[in-house]
Structure formats: C-alpha cells, structure tokens
C-alpha cells in the first residue's frame, strides 16, 4: 500500500465498515433485548433504570469484543501464517486487550458515524426530520443514502485509526 493515499481508505478500513454494518444489526436486536428485560425489572426495582440504560448503551463493546475474539480464533486456525492477522493474534477463550480495543473503537465509530451522517444529510441532502419522506412507499432513496454515508465515514474512522497504528509503529522502530 505504498503507492495509495493517505486520503482514500484502505480496503481494509472499508471492509471493516461494511461488516461494522453487518453486525449493526445483531446489535440492535441484543440491545433490544437487553432494554427489555431491563424495563421489566426496572418496572419493579426503578432504581435500576439508570444503570440498565449505560448497560444497555455499552453492551455493543462487549458484543463486538467476544465476536472479534472468535472470529480472529477461527481465521488463526484457518489461516495460521497470515501476516495481517500477527497483531490479533489471541488465545483462549477470553476476550484479549486487542479485542476489548476493537469493540470499544468499533462503538466509537458506531456512535460518530451515525451522528455524522445524520448531520451530513439533515444539512446537505434531505432534512430526515421531515415526516413527508417517510410516508412516501419507496424508502430506498433515503435507507441508501443513510447506509451509503454511514458506511463512508466508518471507512474514514477506521482508516484514521490504521494510520495512527502506523505512526506509532514507524515512531517505535526510530527509536
């Protein structure tokens, strides 16, 4: 990747995204489920509603995290001298620093990339807090647009975050 930009992403950055968009949706329905049994107790113990609210808002960290630990346990015995995967390299069955890294950057850039995009086409494109568009039979304009420009800055993220890896690296070979 010598000869690519520093401003284009790289494969893998958008790659990560598209599976970021993926799992999004195993994630929304193990949140939902956590928010119900949370209102189910919090019904009877109310004091609880705050912390099952945090609970439920960081649960993508750990969902992610133990998928990053499996997911890197099956390509480490299916692809055993792979170069990418030596910093992931995991052992176990707990979720190891690299993983819980992982699934805390990979909330991060859930949470930022949905606040980018809907500011981005709020602004720009179509003012979603219109109810008109969401009447209308046809959504795939609208999802298209969310899914295109989410996808577009979780590509960004994780490219910043693959530069700033190598900056370190680079610094730590200088010295």
Sequence with gaps: MKNWSPWIPYPRSWVNAVFLVLISGLLLSGAERISGIGYYLTSHLPRLDALFCIFTALS??????????FLNLVLDTLLPKNELLELD??????????????GLYSWLVIVLATMLSIGVLDVFLVPLGSTRYFYRDDHTFIISAIAITWIVFAAYFYHFEHLVKQSIVANAKKS
């Design 89 to 102: 390299k995991v052992q176990g069955l707990n979720p190891g620093l690299i993983s819980w890294w992982k």
């Design 60 to 69: 993508p960290i750990l969902f992610i995290a133990v998928i990053h630990h």
